[in-house]
């Protein structure tokens, strides 16, 4: 399987620079994989992030 990262290493990053704590493709892919595990919310999203990060 291709790294699916990749398909949004091309997009360009919106935010003002000295916000960015994460990458945007890092974000996107989280976003997907928690809605597709059952995430209904921003704050569904976050807590899926903070649970996959070991």
Excluded: C, T
């Excluded at 699916?4 to 360009?12: D, H, N, S, T, V």
């Excluded at 890092?26 to 595990?37: E, T």
């Amino acid at each position: 399987m291709n790294n699916p990262l990749k398909y949004f290493a091309e997009l360009r990053d919106p935010r003002v620079e000295r916000n960015r704590e994460h990458l945007l493709e890092d974000i996107l892919l989280i976003a997907i994989a928690a809605v597709l595990s059952g995430a209904e919310s921003w704050n569904d999203i976050a807590e899926y992030g903070e649970d996959k990060l070991e």
